[in-house]
């Protein structure tokens, strides 16, 4: 079965440091998508970056950056110079199209320290 | 264009009655899907529709139906509300593969059940 794990439920970072959230994942598929969403206390559910699998070059998006292991079915999700508005539920969410569906992981509270 | 909408934002119900979550998109997506949040539980997949005329069930449909009335519209109804329902529900719409499927999100309803 395909999942998705994030295994840090909490974290926190300084304003102005940079903090990285764990994702990983479990698929036996060679094609496939994955995806980093937020979700602030509004509640409004937005995408900050992708990374398709057949790319080798990892997805930037200004402070947003991932690493992605396809071997190690890993994608981590860098966030730098980090500011009071990136705190927010991040979550990890992978795609094949076979499914039709996304598949999510728990998500991970960020909380951004003044 | 006002992307994914959702009516209402807020719902008291007392246990057993019904009613309709609405939702409409206006991004031409054939895919819409239904979800629901609950604390430590990520967002689950309730019922989707991959393409008009079509429905199929998610991770947790019982208790749940649902009816795409067209290609904007994806309804979702209870109808015996129970306590087990309280949750924030979300619509979200996406076309697959000419948006790197990526999932576009309304800003949810949030329903308690008494």
């Known amino acids: 079965a395909q999942t998705v794990t994030q295994s840090q439920p909490e974290m926190s970072v300084q304003e102005a440091e940079t903090v990285t959230l764990s994702c990983t994942y479990d698929t036996s598929e060679s094609d496939y998508y994955l995806f980093w969403y937020k979700q602030p206390p509004s509640r409004q559910m937005i995408l900050v970056i992708r990374q398709e699998a057949y790319k080798q070059q990892n997805a930037t998006e200004n402070r947003f950056s991932v690493n992605f292991q396809k071997a190690a079915k890993s994608f981590s999700l860098k966030i730098s110079d980090s500011q009071l508005g990136d705190a927010a539920m991040y979550f990890c969410a992978y795609w094949a199209g076979n499914n039709r569906k996304l598949i999510w992981g728990l998500g991970t509270s960020l909380a951004v320290n003044p | 264009n006002a992307g994914v909408t959702q009516t209402p934002k807020f719902q008291v119900l007392k246990t057993g009655q019904s009613m309709t979550l609405q939702c409409a998109q206006d991004m031409n997506h054939n895919s819409m899907y239904w979800y629901r949040q609950d604390p430590g539980m990520g967002l689950r997949l309730i019922y989707y529709s991959a393409s008009e005329g079509t429905t199929d069930k998610g991770e947790v449909p019982n208790g749940y139906n649902v009816s795409r009335l067209n290609k904007r519209e994806f309804s979702l109804r209870l109808e015996s509300a129970a306590p087990s329902q309280t949750s924030v529900y979300f619509c979200?719409?996406?076309?697959?593969?000419?948006?790197?499927?990526?999932?576009?999100f309304g800003p949810g309803t949030r329903l308690t059940v008494l």
């Open positions: 979200a719409s996406m076309e697959l593969f000419l948006s790197y499927n990526e999932q576009f």
